[in-house]
């Protein structure tokens, strides 16, 4: 987990200090307002710390892999709303798990002198749905809960309709309960940073 925690801070200090330095410059790079796009984009996922108790210990979780798409559009010269659909998924000591993550914000898009590249900052709401496979074999649930996320990027524009995209996310939850039959057999904690690069197309 060390080389897992350096990469998460490497990652996040590379994006926010690129999104401050471009954000110092004068308004004047690429607007969406009034424009819609699709994303796609695939990458890491480091869960938190899973202390879910199953009658013998703490339940640690592996990094993973997370990928998805969504809509965005353009409300005006800096916000934008978009919609998310991505799945993560990921081992741990006692079976695999897979969450899907159905997310809801907006974006706050800087502008900034050189028009090709965007960088923005985001926030919104998280609906959390969550499969666990034991490795047991055991038939157990995992509530859906909702959460909030927070996340900063950077598009950067090789045409007026075609962008690259690299992201950091952050996603805050609270612990939702695993069951069994309907009893409560432990606690997953499905809070996660992600690191992911994709591409934007815009329509008009």
């Known amino acids: 987990m060390t080389i897992t925690r350096v990469l998460k801070q490497i990652s996040t200090l590379a ?3 690129g999104t401050l330095s471009l954000a110092s410059g004068v308004a004047m790079a690429e607007t969406i307002k009034g424009r819609v796009g699709v994303s796609g984009r695939i990458g ?8 879910a108790e199953f009658g013998w210990g703490n339940n640690k979780t592996d990094t993973g892999l997370v990928g998805g798409g969504g809509l965005i559009y353009g409300i005006d010269g800096n916000w934008a709303a978009e919609v998310d659909l991505s799945h993560s998924s990921f081992d741990s000591d006692t079976g695999d798990f897979g969450v899907s993550d159905i997310s809801l914000g ?19 709401l998280d609906i959390l ?5 034991p490795y047991d074999g055991a038939s157990l649930d995992v509530d859906t809960c909702l959460g909030a996320h927070v ?10 309709d075609l962008a690259l995209t690299a992201e950091a996310k952050f996603v805050l939850a609270p612990d939702t309960d695993i069951t069994y039959q309907g009893l409560h057999t432990g606690d997953f904690d499905p809070s996660s940073f992600s690191g992911t690069i994709g591409v934007r197309y815009f329509f008009n």
Do not use: H, S
């Open 15 to 17: 994006i926010l200090a």
């Open 106 to 124: 907006a974006q706050y898009r800087f502008r900034v002198p050189d028009r090709k590249v965007v960088p923005y900052l985001g926030a919104g």
């Open 129 to 133: 749905i969550t499969d666990y496979d």
């Open 151 to 160: 996340k900063g990027g950077v598009d950067y524009f090789v045409t007026r």
């Open 44 to 51: 890491f996922q480091v869960p938190a710390d899973n202390e």
